[in-house]
Nanobody
C-alpha cells in the first residue's frame, strides 16, 4: 500500500503559476510511474500527465503540453506538477496517482490515489 497526499493548490489569476506536490508514504518503492489527473466541475476526471519510475520520461495531455511539467524526487518520495501560464479551464481538483505501468492515461491504470487538491484559476 502506498499513501499519497497532494498539496500546493490554491487560487491564482490567469497566467499565473502553481506547483503541486505529491508526497508518498508506506511502501514507497521507486520503480513505478506516477500520474496526475484532474476533475473540473461538471466533467469527468481527465489525464494530465505522467512520469516514469526514473523521471526520465514524461507524457502530457495536449491541453497542458508546453505549460505543465512533471518531475519527481525519488529520494524524497515526492512527485511534482509545475503549472505555468494557467488558464481558467485549468480549474479543477488535481489528483496524484501511482501507476501500474505504461503511460497511464486511464484511471484504471492506477492503483493508489491521493485525496486531491483544488486549483482555481480566476481573476
Amino acid at each position: 500500500q502506498v499513501q499519497l497526499v497532494e498539496s500546493g493548490g490554491g487560487l491564482v489569476q490567469p497566467g499565473g503559476s502553481l506547483r503541486l506536490s505529491c508526497a508518498a508514504s508506506g511502501r514507497t518503492f521507486t520503480r513505478y510511474g506516477m500520474g496526475w489527473f484532474r476533475q473540473a466541475p461538471g466533467k469527468e476526471r481527465e489525464f494530465v500527465g505522467s512520469i516514469n519510475w526514473s523521471g526520465g520520461s514524461t507524457y502530457y495531455a495536449d491541453s497542458v503540453k508546453g505549460r505543465f511539467t512533471i518531475s519527481r524526487d525519488n529520494a524524497k518520495n515526492m512527485v511534482y506538477l509545475q503549472m505555468n501560464s494557467l488558464k481558467p479551464e485549468d480549474t479543477a481538483v488535481y489528483y496524484c496517482a501511482k501507476s501500474i505501468g505504461g503511460r497511464g492515461t486511464m484511471e484504471y491504470e492506477y492503483d493508489s490515489w491521493g485525496q486531491g487538491t483544488q486549483v482555481t484559476v480566476s481573476s
